[in-house]
């Protein structure tokens, strides 16, 4: 007896992986360094210890949905939610994609954009980003009349080169989708909340744009799998006839909304980041043979002179894991730091500058 063969399509499909290592600073995987505050805790599980477990959770999201509306100054209606914000792309690859349609990304780029569009059976149209790792408006224009691209993905700040597009360049792209008469441009804001801009401002009810984001970063809560998009409520429509019924589980919802208590806390460690973000630039700007690029995000994308391998393995000697990219296309040798405590930044720029000043 043999067991079935998966998909043709997927058969040369590799998994998603961020290598996990034991070691004393883990800078890898771009989650906040800092866990929840204790009074959140407190506050979610006794919400939680309320809840009648017995019961299927509110399919609707009803409270959470709400919740985030007000946070972000939205209509409920143009609320999604769902168990990170991977399943909101999912979601929309499901609903707007699939076979023989196409989804266009912009390389080098988070790769769980292409990765669930052929999950999805969803094509893969390449954009490439500049030298600078920016998105040309002109180039993404044409390339988008040309192939009509089901979706369009702009990951701003882009993963995992921290990237911020400029609000001009969204709105070009955003232009070009709707002179396309066809066509969804989703930007990826997992990282939205360390930017400047936010292409939120640009949502409206008759416009094809999503934009989603995550309970992950600022929020502490990486572990519960909690994201959400903000999009015209027809797209809202359309996400929730495709999604797996009472997908959100009631834990994760109750957390969400306890979260939103803590709005003050949570713009504390933005601050807090953003801080030590430009701190850990500067310091490692200073340091010979290493190029740093500028980012709106919690992390910091490096290039150095020599083996970015070699160097990220001479990190891993002394304690400190960061994300290798050193052998990914367009980003050769290059090597991303999350933005952590301020004592672990201290153990990388040390760490970094022992390797490369000897």
Known sequence: MSLPTPRPDLAALEGYHSPQLTVDVRLNTNESPFPPPPEFVDAWLRDLAASPLHRYPDRGATELRAGIAAHLGQPVERIFAANGSNEVLQTLLLTYGGPGRSALVF???????????????????????????????????????????AVVFVCSPNNPTGTVEARATLEAVL?????????????????????????????????????????SKVWSLAALR??????????????????????????TQTAGVAALAFRDEMDARVHTLVSER???????????????YPSGANFVLVR???DGHALWQRLVDRGVLVRDFSRWPRLDDCLRITVGTAEENDRCIAALRETLET
């Open 107 to 149: 390389e080098p780029t988070y790769a769980l954009h292409s990765h669930i569009c052929r999950i999805t059976g969803t094509g893969v149209l390449t954009g490439e980003r500049t030298s600078d790792f920016r998105i040309s408006p002109t180039e993404a224009a044409m390339l988008i009349r040309a192939e009509r691209p």
């Open 175 to 215: 232009g070009a989708v709707i002179d396309s008469g066809h066509g969804l441009l989703v930007v990826d804001e997992a990282y939205g909340e360390f930017a400047d801009f936010s292409a939120l401002e640009l949502v409206t009810d008759d416009v094809p744009l999503v934009v989603s984001r995550t309970y």
């Open 226 to 251: 909690l994201g959400f998009c903000v999009a015209p409520p027809a797209v809202v429509e359309e996400l929730e006839k495709v999604v797996l019924p009472y997908h959100l589980s009631t834990a």
């Open 278 to 292: 430009h701190r850990l630039a500067e310091s490692l700007a200073r340091l010979p043979g290493l190029t740093v």
């Open 304 to 306: 150095p002179d020599g």
